[in-house]
């Protein structure tokens, strides 16, 4: 008989006297998951309606007061 063979043979008595545990099984946690998205749409929120939005008129045309931004007639 190989040592195999005699390994084999004494980890199957031994697990017969003492059969190990079933493992815990746990489900999947959606918490994370659930908290990223609600972090997501807060962030869009804010970009929403917190975000600076640019003014209706145009730029002004460019001409010899003008320092800024400018846009050429």
Known sequence: MSD??????????QQEKEPLAEPVVRQASLRPWGITAGVF??????IHF??????KRGLPFCGPTVTVSCQKP
């Not at 195999?4 to 008595?13: D, F, I, N, Y």
């Not at 749409?41 to 804010?46: D, Q, T």
């Open 4 to 13: 195999l063979e005699t390994l084999l043979r004494e980890a199957r008595l």
């Open 41 to 46: 749409v807060l962030i869009f929120l804010g």
């Open 50 to 55: 917190l975000w600076p939005v640019p003014a």
